[in-house]
């Protein structure tokens, strides 16, 4: 099993920075993909940004492309996400997600592509 923490959610107003976290323990597997979802409320949950195991390839919505940055330290199992700009539609609970195998892809953008979840951090963006 797998199991997937995230942190660094909190409350910042329209225009400001923060940095989530997750750090995956237990059986996490030689390579994986890594993504980051969020839902807001009434929403279904929505792709945000994957990164595959070496990091050579990314995927973002369009929706936040240009602002976020994704990326990780396979040296302490931590996936990353640099939400810069950040504005009020950003805001819904955060999960990481990990999708098990190797590929040099990170072009999994729906949530029944990933193995494993974590339980969410908020984020919420003051206007």
């Known amino acids: 099993q797998v199991q997937l923490v995230e942190s660094g959610g909190g409350l910042v107003q329209a225009g400001g920075s923060l940095r989530l976290s997750c750090t995956a323990s237990?059986?996490?597997?030689?390579?994986?993909?890594m993504g980051w979802f969020r839902q807001a409320p009434g929403k279904a949950r929505e792709f945000v940004a994957a990164?595959?195991?070496?990091?050579?390839?990314?995927k973002y919505a369009d929706s936040v492309k240009g602002r976020f940055t994704i990326s990780r330290d396979n040296a302490k199992n931590t996936v990353y996400l640099q939400m810069n700009s950040l504005k009020p539609e950003d805001t819904a609970v955060y999960y990481c997600a990990l999708r098990t195998g190797n590929s040099g892809s990170a072009y999994y953008i729906f949530p029944s592509e990933y193995d494993y979840w974590g339980q969410g951090t908020q984020v919420t963006v003051s206007s």
């Open positions: 990164i595959n195991w070496s990091g050579g390839s990314t």
């Open positions: 237990g059986r996490t597997f030689s390579s994986n993909v």
